[in-house]
C-alpha cells in the first residue's frame, strides 16, 4: 500500500523553525518527485515546494523562499522541510504529495494543482503564534 505520514508539525513562536518530515511506506521514495502543500483555514490548499527525483532540483514558492528547505534523505525513505523564520501566515496544514506526471511542476506554482498530485498524506498542523 503506497502511503505518506507527514509528522514534525507544532505550535511554534514567530521566527522560529519547524523540521517536518514526509515518511513513504509501499514504494521507494527516490524514484519520485515530490510537493510539499499547505492549507490555511478557509484558504484553498496551495503548493510551495518541490524536489525532483531525477537530480534532486528543488521549487519554491515565493512566500517561503529563503526561509524554507527542501531535501531528501533515500535511505530513510524521507522527505525533510526545514522551516525557519516562521511567519503567522505560515500557519496551515502541511501536506506531502506525488505529482502524478512524475515530476514537479517547474517554477510556477500557479500549476501547483492539488488534482495534479496524490498519495496525499493526513497532513500536519504547524501553528505560528506567540
Known amino acids: 500500500q503506497v502511503q505518506l505520514v507527514e509528522s514534525g508539525g507544532g505550535l511554534v513562536q514567530p521566527g522560529g523553525s519547524l523540521r517536518l518530515s514526509c515518511a513513504a511506506s509501499?514504494?521507494?521514495?527516490?524514484?519520485?518527485?515530490i510537493g510539499w502543500f499547505r492549507q490555511a483555514p478557509g484558504k484553498e490548499r496551495e503548493g510551495v515546494l518541490c524536489?525532483?527525483?531525477?537530480?534532486?532540483?528543488?521549487y519554491y514558492a515565493d512566500s517561503v523562499k529563503g526561509r524554507f528547505t527542501i531535501s531528501r534523505d533515500n535511505a530513510k525513505n524521507t522527505v525533510y522541510l526545514q522551516m525557519n523564520s516562521l511567519k503567522p501566515e505560515d500557519t496551515a496544514v502541511y501536506y506531502c504529495?506525488?505529482?502524478?506526471?512524475?515530476?514537479?511542476?517547474?517554477?510556477?506554482?500557479?500549476?501547483?494543482?492539488?488534482?495534479?498530485?496524490?498519495?496525499w498524506g493526513q497532513g500536519t498542523q504547524v501553528t505560528v503564534s506567540s
Open positions: 504529495a506525488v505529482p502524478v506526471t512524475g515530476s514537479c511542476p517547474g517554477t510556477d506554482f500557479g500549476l501547483y494543482l492539488p488534482y495534479d498530485f496524490g498519495s
Open positions: 524536489i525532483s527525483s531525477s537530480d534532486g532540483s528543488t
Open positions: 509501499g514504494f521507494t521514495l527516490d524514484y519520485y518527485a
